[in-house]
């Protein structure tokens, strides 16, 4: 049976985490060994995840997000030693950390089968323009030392392949993410209610939220203007839902002020609030099932898992085009997708769906048939199994 080493930079909520978890415990016909790396202080730990699936990963702490030289050395070395015990014949990164050292290792030790995933990138938007050229020469560096590269979109694939140039396009591999879609259509009205009555939220109040790290990327700051333009629009009793928790907090909770928009930090603060942060939420079912629109308003971003898991629970979403964003919401379809910053554009698509319910019910129906068909675990286990069959017969492993 083929031995496949699989390494996530860190476990907490998001895409990455959950398609690492799933692909180790569910691609039969491979013994499967998950590697996790140290996470930040102000991120969400996933190990629900792993307990869940019934996974016991190695734990590397020294592998952490932050460029640390000693931290790094010694998570090589970590890394190399498992390599060297373990003799897989697939090592597979997901994330720029664990991509960068997993495969530095794999390659020292003469791994048959080097993959990475891309679940996003740095390209553009987070650091200045000498940083980001000197990732983009590191990117090109491991590509070379990789047998396949995996984008989880076609849009994705075009910023690798053809706007960055990291590799050849025929090198890279499309396999978008999968999720577990029925938890997301299972008890949803009880759901609703719990989530609904532990924020106070009515049920006449439409509830718009946002999910994901509070950090300068992905641009609460239009949130909270959307906001205060559209309680100017509209009478429509309206609350604004932030789930999850980062180093720009204190900023976002500054700007619902300014605009005189009541706020509250639940997790110190439990009081009714037009604007609520949640902080982080492991059951993300039960935060679908209770709000009725998903924004998210982002300058750059991979595969957004929270707008294909809003369609998975029916809702529709308002998101800026940035990524793979037009990959997993069809225009006017499952939702509006506006141009980034645009803050009328995007407060008018908020409006419309906010004084619709028809349509909010239209949109939210047919993202939902569209994401179960597209996003669902079975199908990235059978593409990824195909990939790695592929590879391996071509490299002459088995």
């Known amino acids: 049976m083929p031995r496949v080493l699989r390494i996530l930079n860190r476990l907490i909520i998001g895409g990455p985490a959950i398609n690492a978890t799933y692909l180790t415990r569910y691609m039969d016909g491979f013994e499967t060994r998950l590697i996790i790396g140290g ?95 000197s990732f983009i020469m590191i990117e090109r560096y491991l590509a070379k030392k990789s047998t396949g590269i995996i984008a989880i979109s076609e849009s994705q694939k075009k910023d690798l ?39 106070f939220i009515a049920d006449d109040e439409i509830a718009i939220g946002i999910i994901g790290r509070i950090v300068p990327i992905k641009n609460h700051k239009l949130f909270v ?25 204190g900023q976002v909770e500054t700007e619902f002020q300014r605009m005189g928009i009541s706020y509250s930090y639940f997790p110190e603060h439990a009081i009714a609030a037009t604007a609520v942060c949640t902080s982080w939420q492991t059951k993300i079912d039960e935060v679908l099932a ?39 919401v069809m225009q006017n379809l499952g939702g509006f997708i506006t141009l980034p910053d645009a803050e009328v554009e995007f407060s ?28 669902s675990y079975h199908r990235l286990v059978d593409d990824m199994s195909s990939y790695y069959f592929r590879l391996l017969d071509k490299h002459k492993v088995m």
């Open 348 to 375: 008018e698509a908020l409006l419309r769906l906010v004084n619709d319910p028809e349509l909010r019910e239209k949109l939210g129906a047919f993202g939902k048939s569209f994401v179960t068909r597209k996003f």
């Open 161 to 199: 392949g053809t706007t960055y140039k990291i590799c050849e396009p025929k090198k890279i591999e499309i396999v978008p993410l999968g999720l577990d879609i029925d938890k997301f259509l299972e008890n949803a009205d009880e759901k609703r209610a719990t989530f609904r009555r532990k924020f």
């Open 290 to 328: 209770g709000l009725d629109i998903v924004a998210l308003t982002s300058h750059n971003e991979g595969t957004p898992l929270s707008l294909i898991e809003a369609q998975a629970a029916g809702k529709p979403v308002v998101s800026t085009n940035v990524g793979g964003v037009t990959d997993v």
């Open 39 to 133: 996470k930040d202080d102000h991120e969400e730990d996933a190990t629900h995840l792993t307990e869940k699936l019934g996974i016991q990963p190695v734990y590397i702490p020294q592998m952490k997000r932050a460029i640390n030289p000693l931290n790094d050395r010694i998570a090589y070395n970590e890394i190399r030693n498992i390599i060297d015990e373990f003799k897989p014949d697939i090592v597979h990164t997901h994330a720029a950390k664990a991509g960068v050292i997993g495969r530095m290792a794999a390659d020292a030790a003469g791994v048959p089968v080097i993959l990475h995933t891309f679940h996003g990138h740095v390209f553009h938007s987070y650091f200045n323009k000498l940083q980001t050229d």
């Open 225 to 249: 203007a959307a906001a205060a333009r559209l309680l100017s629009m509209t009478d429509k009793k309206i609350k604004f839902i932030i789930v999850g928790d980062g180093d720009m907090r």
